[in-house]
DNA sequence: AAAAGTTGATAGTGAATAATATCAGGTTTT
DNA sequence: AAAACCTGATATTATTCACTATCAACTTTT
């Protein structure tokens, strides 16, 4: 459905954002980037994608918050906020406790694939956060 | 009034949190701790202040988070709404537009003493940021 | 008057971090 | 069949970070 967006091998997908292929997979690792993945297990990357990397780059090289800093503001997002999540199936979720990991990085249990949910494409610096805080408490 | 609970001197306190000195005025330059300080300009710090600090070396040390990460956390804090902080006053306030500073290091219009004001005392960590997201959202 | 505090420098240290590089053995894409 | 990818190591690098230390000149506290 939205696969066709996803058009950059690793390759090229580092190369756009000047760094290097290993560093891309370490981000991954790191949970601050999930490329869509086909059934081979090559992964693929959009522009938005890109520019998410390009965000998070922005981040360590301009702000010099490290990776783990990163992740926890991450953490943040009211992801039970943002997609409804109803209060019984808050209390098991990993993701609604955490303030150390990103809900794409636990045992969330709204179903969603998290490549495509909204709690992960829409976040990925302090200004986003606080925006959307700003928006929803009105 | 809430003077007297501002009982240790630097050195006191700096040999209570397990740092030195200078360690403790670099925390504060940092935009992490506002001691209270007399019209001498010498800092007094409370019981709370320990905690605060002790918190704040277990993010450094515990969580290897860094400073501007820590400090970019507490900037996510909605003061605004903490506060009810009105609309006009939000327009003109930098601690609402700002993501890289928490509101006790910009220009606040809340006429509050900042060393006695909830958003500062109550929060030092992503866990009781979270939490008070929690709260506010329902 | 001595001890502890103040601001504002400057210098140094050890550990950690982000990132690159490389190797191996295998799979997928082109 | 070659190029690019995969996982999973390991090693190395340069930089940054948090922190300590010390100096000076001055002020406050005890």
Redesign the pocket.
């Given at each position: 459905m939205v696969q066709q967006e996803y058009i950059?091998?690793?390759?090229?997908?580092?190369e756009l954002a000047?760094?290097?292929?290993?560093?891309?997979?370490?981000?991954?690792k790191?949970g601050l980037i999930i490329?869509f993945?086909?059934?081979?297990?090559?992964?693929?990357y959009s522009e938005k994608d890109v520019e998410r990397i390009l965000c998070?780059?922005k981040a360590?090289?301009d702000d010099?918050?490290?990776?783990?800093?990163?992740r926890r503001l991450l953490s943040l997002i009211p992801c039970w906020k943002i997609t409804d999540c109803p209060e019984n199936r808050r209390k098991k979720c990993e993701a609604f406790h955490s303030s150390s990991k990103p809900c794409w990085q636990t045992d969330c249990k709204n179903g969603n694939d998290c490549v495509n949910c909204t709690v992960y494409r829409d976040f990925c610096s302090g200004e986003s956060v606080k925006n959307k805080l700003k928006e929803l408490l009105e």
């Open positions: 950059h091998k690793i390759g090229k997908t580092a000047g760094i290097s292929v290993h560093t891309l997979r370490m981000y991954e790191e490329p993945q086909k059934e081979s297990k090559q992964r693929r998070i780059r360590i090289n010099k918050m490290n990776i783990e800093g990163i």
